[in-house]
Nanobody
Framework: QLQLVESGGGLVQPGGSLTLSCAVSGPTLDYYSIGWFRQTPGTAREGVSN????????LYAGPVKGRFRITRDNAKRSVYLQMINLKPEDTGVYYC????????????????????WGQGTQVTVSS
């Protein structure tokens, strides 16, 4: 069973920065993309960013474009989400997830297409 563990969350002031990490472990398994999602109480989980593990192609949700950057280190089986100029509306629990099928672009932010999930890490942006 593939396992994902997020880290790097915390409390930061508006305008601050954080880098989240997603470490993948477990049996060797072809997974085609890693997605970052976030959720706040009472709202649906939303896709934030995605990276294809074979091509390195990336995708960003509109509200985070230009402020978030997703990268991967295949040797370390890790994916990172660098977040700058954070805003209060970025607050939420951030999850990384792995898709074991190659998804078309329009499904990369569909959380029901991801088979493996981490436990989440809390990001709070507040003064």
């Amino acid at each position: 069973q593939l396992q994902l563990v997020e880290s790097g969350g915390g409390l930061v002031q508006p305008g601050g920065s954080l880098t989240l990490s997603c470490a993948v472990s477990g049996p060797t398994l072809d997974y085609y993309s890693i997605g970052w999602f976030r959720q706040t109480p009472g709202t649906a989980r939303e896709g934030v960013s995605n990276i294809r593990t074979d091509t390195g192609d990336t995708l960003y949700a509109g509200p985070v474009k230009g402020r978030f950057r997703i990268t991967r280190d295949n040797a370390k089986r890790s994916v990172y989400l660098q977040m700058i100029n954070l805003k209060p509306e970025d607050t939420g629990v951030y999850y990384c997830a792995a898709a074991d099928q190659r998804l078309p672009t329009w499904e990369l932010f569909s959380d029901d297409k991801y088979r493996f999930w981490g436990q989440g890490t809390q990001v709070t942006v507040s003064s």
